[in-house]
């Protein structure tokens, strides 16, 4: 019985995880194509479906705790998924304000052309799917290359940013469009960020190890 729901607790995480990464995507190519109908599904459609997932999920582990009282590997990843829920949920409320953005800029001139958001929106979103996958897996060795990658986008985010800058200094008048193309590059870095968190919390389950600060510390009761 415990084990039958506990299956069921990371079908359920795995598939708001595969959802908020259908946002990621769709808000990035509601942008580069111009899909206002793509960008209102994720804030009108799924954004809510999120919610719910996240309300749903998190009970769901509450009540495995309160009726099985778990014990070492089965108790670690039970309280991970309840911190994935959460990095899940906030994920898709990145999604929305890329979405947000996106809105306003397909109705204006193109500050530039968009060669560095896009790749960093790939990159990001790999880093995603990887950390889902890394739990599906129980793969420690992949979980690390997602921590590995964060360095990554920041360096696109410095860069974005460094680009407009230069055309907000030579022409006021893309500010504000500059200014949502900012906000869509620190979303996907905070996206990358909380994909990190979720490779780290595979790391937990899986090896009982703590990354925290580039350090390992051993978990008490390790199993």
């Known amino acids: 019985m415990f084990y039958e729901k506990l299956n069921r607790l990371k079908e359920k995480i795995i598939e708001e995880g595969n959802l908020v990464e259908s946002m990621i995507e769709k808000s990035i190519r509601g942008l580069l194509n111009k899909d206002k109908t793509l960008l209102l599904e994720v804030l009108q459609i799924d954004e809510p479906r999120v919610n719910e997932m996240e309300i749903e999920i998190d009970e769901m582990c509450i009540n495995l705790i309160a009726r099985f009282q778990p014990e070492a590997r089965d108790l670690r990843t039970i309280l991970m998924i309840l911190k994935m829920n959460n990095d899940l949920e906030r994920i898709g409320d990145m999604a929305v304000n890329i979405s947000e953005s996106a809105l306003f800029l397909i109705e204006r001139p193109q500050v530039k052309p968009l060669i560095d958001l896009p790749r960093m929106a790939e990159e990001t979103i790999q880093m995603l ?95």
Do not use: W
Request: charged share 35%; with cysteine.
């Open 129 to 223: 799917k990887d950390g889902i996958d890394s739990f599906i897996k129980s793969d420690a060795k992949l979980a690390k290359s997602v921590c590995e990658r964060d360095d990554m986008i920041d360096a696109y985010r410095d860069q974005i940013l460094r680009e407009l800058i230069t055309y907000m200094t030579s022409d006021p008048t893309t500010i504000e469009r500059s200014i949502h193309i900012e906000r869509i590059s620190r979303n996907l870095e905070r996206i990358a960020d909380l994909a990190t968190n979720i490779g780290e919390d595979v790391i937990y389950i899986v090896e009982g190890k703590i990354i925290k600060h580039g350090r390992y510390k051993e978990s008490a009761g390790s199993a």
